[in-house]
C-alpha cells in the first residue's frame, strides 16, 4: 500500500468567492487550524478559504479537458511530449495527460499560493479529510510566513515545504484515537494492484513524489537538532537540488558554487526556449533508466548546474535539446555517461568539455521511442538509501566516497534489490542486507 499525498501548488479550477480571504475561518476547522499553529509554532496572519468538494467536483479539478486549467493546445502537448522523449523520460505519450492522470490519482487535497485556496476531496470531516486538512493548513501556514510563490519551481523548497507538512500531519494523526489512526490510514491510500497509473510513465511518478521521498529526512533531521526554528531556517534557505539528493552536504549557511552555463543550438535552428534551468534530479531520473545506478549517479556526483535551450534544426523536424551542464569536478565521468546514457536510449550523440562544462545535443527519438525500463531499485530509494548510508562522522570527501561505493554496489546487485524494496522485511533478510553491505564497505576501503 503506498499513501496518497496532498498537494502544494496544486490546480485549482474551482474558484468560489473572489474576495482574497474570509474574515473568519470555517468554524469546523478551528481546532486543526489551532493544532497547525501550535506544533508549527507560527500563527496565521489571516483565514484561508477551504472547499469541501465531493468526490466527483474534486476530480473535476484535474480533469484534461478543455475547459481545465491544465489544459494546452495541440502544439504546447506535442512540444512536451517530445521534450520528454527526447531525454529518455517518457515514450513520447502525451505527457500533459499523464500528469492529469496522476495527480487525479494520488491526490486528496491541495493547496494553492496564487489563490491562497485549499481544495479538499471528500465534504465529510472524516480522519482522512482532517488529517489532510493539517498537510494543507501547514502549506497555508507556510506561505504566509515563507516566499512558496516564488520557489516554487525548486525541487529542494518544495521538498523542504511537504516534509514540514508531512510532519505535522503526522504529529495530527498520532493525536487520533487508534481507531481514528486506522481509519485515516486506510482511506488515504491506494491499492498496488490498482491500474489507474498504468498510462503514467514511472519516471513521472519518481519526479512527482521526489519532494515527498527526499525532504523528510533533512527536514527530520533539522527539527531534531533546531526545532521549529531549525525548520523555519531551512525554509528560508531551502537546499538546492544538488544538495537534496546528496544531504551529507547541506548546512544551514552553506552557499553553494556557482558556474555560469549557456546551452547553444545549432546555428541556423529555430529556437523555442533557451537556457531553462535543468535540474539534477530530472537527469538522475533519466539516466538511471538506461544505465546502471553507480554509473548515473556518479556522473553527477559533482553536478553545480545546468541549463537547456529546445529548438527545431528544421521547421517539421523532432524537438532537439541542447544542453550544458557544469561540474565542480572532473567533468570526464559525465560525458563518457552521456555517451552510454544517449546509446542506450536509441539516440547517439557526442558531447564536448568546454573547461568544466558539458556540451551535448539530444533529439525527440518519435516512431523508435521506447518507454524507459524499470531500475532495479527506484531513483528516490536508491537516493535515500545512500544518504542512510554516510555517517553523520564521515566528515571527509574520501570517507563520504567509500560509503557511497558501497551503498552502490549494494543498490546495483539484482539479488538484493527486492529486499531493498520490500516494505517490510524479516529478520534473515535484514541480516542479509547487513553482511552485504559490510563486504561493499570492505572492498570499497570503507
Aim: glycine share 6%; hydrophobic share 40%.
Amino acid at each position: 500500500m503506498a499513501l496518497v499525498v496532498g498537494g502544494l501548488w496544486g490546480y485549482q479550477k474551482y474558484v468560489g468567492s473572489q474576495t482574497p480571504h474570509p474574515d473568519a475561518w470555517d468554524p469546523r476547522v478551528v481546532p486543526i487550524v489551532e493544532f497547525v499553529e501550535r506544533t508549527r509554532g507560527l500563527e496565521f496572519d489571516h483565514p484561508v478559504y477551504i472547499d469541501f468538494l465531493e468526490p466527483a467536483l474534486f476530480m473535476a479539478q484535474f480533469a484534461d479537458t478543455e475547459d481545465a486549467p491544465q489544459s494546452a493546445p495541440p502544439e504546447q502537448r506535442a512540444y512536451e511530449s517530445e521534450l520528454l522523449d527526447a531525454l529518455g523520460l517518457t515514450d513520447g505519450r502525451d505527457a500533459i495527460a499523464a500528469q492529469s492522470t496522476l495527480s487525479a490519482a494520488v491526490t486528496l487535497g491541495a493547496y494553492t499560493p496564487a489563490t491562497d485556496r485549499i481544495i479538499v476531496r471528500g465534504d465529510q470531516l472524516t480522519p482522512a479529510v482532517r488529517s489532510t486538512l493539517a498537510h494543507e493548513l501547514t502549506h497555508a501556514l507556510q506561505a504566509q510566513h515563507f516566499d512558496l510563490l516564488g520557489r516554487s519551481g525548486e525541487v529542494g523548497m518544495r521538498a523542504a515545504a511537504e516534509a514540514d507538512a508531512m510532519r505535522v500531519e503526522r504529529t495530527y494523526v498520532d493525536s487520533l484515537p487508534p481507531e481514528e489512526q486506522a481509519a485515516a490510514q486506510q482511506d488515504k491510500s491506494v491499492d498496488n494492484d490498482d491500474t489507474t497509473l498504468d498510462s503514467v510513465p514511472w519516471t513521472m511518478v519518481e519526479l512527482s513524489y521526489a519532494p515527498y521521498v527526499l525532504g523528510p529526512q533533512l527536514v527530520d533531521e533539522v527539527y531534531q537538532s533546531g526545532g521549529n526554528a531549525g525548520v523555519d531556517e531551512l525554509m528560508k534557505n531551502p537546499p538546492t537540488d544538488e544538495q537534496l539528493i546528496s544531504p551529507w552536504s547541506w548546512q544551514p549557511t552553506s552557499t553553494p558554487e556557482s558556474i555560469p552555463t549557456d546551452a547553444q543550438a545549432p546555428p541556423g535552428s529555430t529556437i523555442i526556449e533557451q537556457n531553462r534551468p535543468l535540474s539534477v534530479l530530472q537527469v538522475l531520473v533519466a539516466m538511471d533508466a538506461w544505465l546502471t545506478w553507480s554509473l548515473a549517479r556518479g556522473a553527477l556526483d559533482t553536478w553545480v548546474s545546468g541549463t537547456y535551450t529546445t529548438y527545431r534544426a528544421a521547421p517539421s523536424g523532432p524537438l532537439c535539446v541542447a544542453i550544458a551542464a557544469a561540474f565542480s569536478g572532473s567533468p570526464e565521468v559525465f560525458r563518457d555517461a552521456v555517451l552510454w546514457w544517449s546509446g542506450a536510449m536509441g539516440f547517439p550523440t557526442t558531447a564536448a568539455i568546454d573547461d568544466r562544462t558539458v556540451h551535448f545535443n539530444l533529439c525527440a527519438r518519435g516512431a523508435t521511442s521506447t518507454m524507459p525500463p524499470k531500475p532495479l531499485v527506484s531513483t528516490t530509494l536508491a537516493i535515500v538509501i545512500e544518504s542512510a548510508a554516510v555517517p553523520t562522522e564521515a566528515d571527509t570527501p574520501k570517507k563520504v566516497q567509500s560509503m557511497l561505493c558501497a551503498a552502490r554496489n549494494v543498490i546495483d546487485d539484482p539479488q538484493l534489490a527486492p529486499l531493498l524494496q520490500a516494505a517490510a522485511t524479516t529478520p534473515e533478510q535484514d541480516a542479509t542486507l547487513q553482511r552485504a553491505f559490510m563486504v561493499a564497505a570492505a572492498s570499497c576501503g570503507a
